[in-house]
């Protein structure tokens, strides 16, 4: 039979009924599939193991942070599997390094380099159904790591890869895939369809449904990925290979409200210097939204850089040293910043498409900070007071959301 991954998010187990409800989608599943479950931690159980380290320590070392977080999914696999064998259904619990999830040293934001998942193969070939904790793996050193904010769906995916997996499906307290965030901007629609290219830019511009690095294995490995709800048997969004053969067109908003913006004033011209602050950046583990530079005078420039808000002590403390190092005279910083990005293949050099968005902020008296595009979006950074008038007045002038019934009657009053 086929395999099929079964991903739980951490809504899809915080009570004990849900948990039964979870082990009864696994038991419908397994009449015409082999099973693999990834599960992550409950409810806010990560979010109350972070709180514990705080009444220690402002400032664990990162080793030791793995290794208390690791514990919330070990709470769930046990759980589960316990579910399981209720439901008269074999299961075996594994860590993510029991089964051989292989990962590099970084600790918190670990990267797999290999799955060897013998242990698994063995567990389906004795008609039982794997339960592994999604968000973790072991070090080439044989340390425990985690790989960082949606690992679980990365555990999944690339646990989809290793077993050729026919499907892996993401259950979530949210019905699929939208145009937006629905519970922020009500009316948006629910996508049924989407290409893993468009999911991917989704993922990498803040969307929050599957994490950017599931998204990348999936389309690596074409593995159709199905976003559910859990709390409902609705049909979801399939993620998937598509052959585009109408025009480009919005598919989707997505933004995000939590970025910094740091300017490096009056660097002295020296070639070295950008990839050398750059470099000291990604390498202190900063994720750079944008960079750009503009010159202040034949002999000195101003560099820019944008990064998850998150990120800003982080980023002031390597910033600093090159303060130090560079001479530079003084940095300028706002957290007053966002970005939108509209998604769909072929947009970005769609001129129409370009000329529709510029007119749109241009008549809301909306300045755009930064302006990035590529093939599969348009990417727009902004002050936050902005935000939420640009969205919407983009959904509804690419009809990515459901009209209100006066609008709908405004709309049919001008035809006539």
Not at 120 to 134: D, M, N, S, T, W
């Amino acid at each position: 039979m086929p395999i099929v991954i079964m991903k739980f998010g951490g809504t899809s187990l915080a009570t004990p009924d849900l948990i039964l409800k979870a082990a009864k989608k696994v038991l419908c599943m397994t009449r015409k599939n082999e099973i693999v479950v990834v599960v992550s931690a409950r409810g806010q159980t990560t979010n109350k193991l972070f709180s514990m380290s705080r009444e220690i320590t402002l400032k664990p070392k990162a080793r030791e942070m793995d290794m208390l977080l690791t514990a919330g999914e070990r709470i769930s696999v046990a759980l589960l599997s316990m579910a399981l064998g209720k439901l008269k259904l074999e299961a075996v619990s594994y860590t993510g390094s029991q089964v051989g999830i292989i990962t590099d040293n970084k600790h918190t934001d670990a990267r797999i380099l290999e799955i060897k998942g013998d242990r698994i193969k063995k567990a389906l070939a004795e008609h039982k159904i794997p339960v592994v904790c999604g968000f973790q793996g072991v070090s080439v050193e044989k340390e425990i790591t985690t790989l960082g904010r949606g690992g679980s769906d990365t555990t999944a995916l690339a646990l989809g890869a290793a077993l050729n997996a026919k499907k892996c499906i993401i259950y979530t307290d949210v019905d699929g895939v939208f145009t937006e965030d629905p519970n922020r901007f009500p009316g948006a629609k629910k996508i049924s369809k989407i290409s893993y290219e468009e999911m991917l830019e989704l993922s990498n511009h803040g969307a929050q449904v599957l994490h950017p690095r599931a998204s990348s294995i999936a389309a690596r490995f074409n593995i159709p990925v199905e976003i559910r709800n859990s709390f409902n048997n609705k049909t979801g969004t399939l993620i998937t290979n598509m052959e585009e053969t109408q025009r480009p067109r919005p598919k989707a908003i997505t933004h995000s409200d939590d970025l910094y913006l740091i300017t490096l004033v009056q660097i002295p011209k020296r070639n070295q210097y950008l990839s050398q602050i750059v470099t000291e950046l990604t390498k202190g583990g900063v994720h750079l939204k944008f960079f750009s530079h503009g010159v202040s005078d034949v002999r000195k420039f101003d560099l820019s850089f944008i990064t998850p808000l998150d990120e800003k002590d982080k980023v002031k403390s390597i910033i600093n040293e090159m303060i130090k190092k560079f001479g530079i005279d003084h940095i300028r910083e706002s957290s007053d910043i966002c970005s939108l990005s509209v998604i769909g293949k072929g947009i970005g050099s769609a001129n129409k498409i370009l000329s529709d968005i510029f007119n749109i902020l241009s008549k809301l008296k909306i300045h755009i900070e930064v302006i990035t595009t590529s093939e599969l979006s348009v990417n727009i950074f902004l002050k936050k007071r902005y935000l939420n008038k640009a969205i919407k007045t983009l959904l509804d002038k690419f009809r990515l959301r459901k009209m209100s019934q006066s609008a709908r009657k405004f709309r049919r009053d001008r035809r006539k």
